[in-house]
């Protein structure tokens, strides 16, 4: 089968490398000048910074898509685990290690005068057993909807799964303590969600984290760029870079190859849209006698949260910084209604910082953090700029992180680089800016994606954070795969028939 993918996303890269594995004839097209998607990076004078994902989860979902292509993740990547995972700061002053360690973390969770060990154990107990429920049905094909999720669970199993609570209710349940709450909660912003509103089996984001680990690969992330890149030449895939796709040709609603901005066409069998789907249905499929229908559907897939990013370069090291860092808001549920309902920036919102110099000396000259500052923000409506709220925005954000410990930052900035939504959604297609595609929520879609196979043009297919299963390294990594296996099903049932 001829196929043509459409971004170099890490969701394009898992298909064409799935499909590449199982023979098939895969070109990909990329409007950038590298490989990679979200997944980026930005140099300069030492300092070393992956400008999208920093934290590295589940990377089974690594070693499955290497093992497919018969070959081992460990010959092309080094990963590492983070510790402690997490370091958290809240305004008043007090701080919390998350550690895998369970003696540690125990400790640590004890002095905010929870029940300590019962609560952690049987809220990890629960986080496990909704991420191995997961794992059977969610992660293992191309869902589309409660139906499909149904054939691969019994009813006891869903109901297990507690469809009608929230993130935020579930962690209610097993720490009383707010600080703890908010902690637990905020994992559920991995995926751009918030826990008032994210069906409550995302809480197995605590077992992913403390589970499974958090994890780093040596170099940085966009070494999985780079691995990705190599196992492509090495299967014969073309790449081509600085090639934007300006349509999706179709023919009787069948997907028959792409057009370039330059007016090259490259046919094919099917289609692989890594471009959110979304925002191809807007560009690549404007002219679609059933554009008209698929956009009506689209409030039912709001994008996810966008983000500001600062890459700092300092000229000194912030000691009390750990790997990765949560700078905490005050009032957490005010900080998630401003975000996800009112859209609007948090006064007061909780600030992310990664320092990939902690794990790894080659990040930063010696002396120095390299500060990955990510804040999340609303994604921007039709129309709308962040253009007019970064100065005051920025303000904002280094005001808070002086005050809350990381003393005169603003005069050790000696480099510094900054992503809006504005970019986020000029540089790689996110509708929105959106970081992690579709959200995630109880009401709207039930944390359901849009489908991998579209369900309106025959041979064309979406991965990627706006569809199943959703946003992240790890699962826009599933996403791939998935597609990959559902592409390949269909080819043999066609030529059985
Ligand atoms: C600031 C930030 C922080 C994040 N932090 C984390 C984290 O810590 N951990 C984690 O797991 N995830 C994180 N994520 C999310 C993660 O990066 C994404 O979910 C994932 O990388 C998205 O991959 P994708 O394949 O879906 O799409 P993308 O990376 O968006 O790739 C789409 C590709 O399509 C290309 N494209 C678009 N339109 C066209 C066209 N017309 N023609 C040709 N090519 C086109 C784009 O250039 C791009 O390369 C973060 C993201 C951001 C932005």
Known sequence: MKVVIIGAGLAGLATAISLAAKKHDVT?????????????????????FDT??????????????????????????????????????????????????????????????????????????????????????????????????RKKHSLRELLAMNPTRSVHQNTQRYFRDEKLQQL????????????????????????????????????????IARAHEKLLQELGVTIHLNTKIAKIETKNDQAVGVLTEEGEHYA???????????????????????????????????????GLVFLLGVDRQYEQLAHHNFFFSKEPQKEFDQVFHDQVPADDPTIYIGVSARSDPTQAPQGKDNLFVLTHVPPLL???????????????VMKKLMRMGLTDLDQHVQW??????????????????????????RKKNGGFKIANE????????????????????????????????????????????
Request: with cysteine; proline share 5%.
């Open 454 to 497: 579209s369900p309106d043009i025959e041979h064309l297919y979406f991965v990627g954070g706006s569809t199943h299963p959703g946003g992240g390294v790890p699962m826009v990594t599933l996403s791939g795969l998935l597609t990959a296996q559902t592409m390949q099903d269909r080819l043999e049932t066609a030529v059985r028939r």
């Open 184 to 223: 637990f909660d905020f994992l559920v912003m991995y995926v751009g969600s918030s826990p008032y509103d994210a069906p409550a089996v995302l809480s197995q984001l605590g077992h992913v984290q403390l589970g499974l680990g958090v994890w780093y690969v040596e170099g940085g992330l966009y070494q």
């Open 28 to 48: 990909i097209l990329e409007q950038g000048p590298r490989v990679g998607g979200k997944l980026n990076l930005r140099e300069h004078e030492g300092f070393q």
């Open 52 to 149: 999208g994902p920093s934290i590295l989860t589940m990377p089974w979902v690594l070693e499955k898509l290497y093992q497919e292509a018969g070959r081992n993740l460990a010959d092309y990547l080094t990963l590492v685990r983070v510790k402690p995972e997490w370091r958290g700061f809240w305004p008043d002053g007090s701080t919390i290690d998350m550690d895998a360690d369970f003696v540690k973390m125990h400790d640590a969770i004890t002095t905010f005068g929870a029940n300590g060990q019962q609560d952690l154990l049987a809220y990890l107990d629960h986080a496990k057993k909704l991420y191995d429920l997961t794992e059977k049905g969610f992660y293992s094909s191309t869902i589309r909807h409660l139906g499909d999720l």
């Open 382 to 396: 039709p129309g709308e700029t962040f253009s007019t709220m970064e100065k005051r925005y920025r303000e904002i």
């Open 268 to 306: 094919a069998d099917a289609v692989v849209c890594n471009l959110e789907a979304i925002t191809a249905w807007r560009t690549l499929l404007k002219d679609h006698p059933k554009r008209e229908a698929v956009v009506a559907t689209e409030s039912k897939f709001s994008p996810s949260v966008s």
């Open 416 to 441: 510094s680089y900054t992503f809006t939504p504005d970019d986020l959604h000029a540089l790689y297609g996110a509708n929105g800016g959106s970081i992690y595609g579709v959200v995630s929520d």
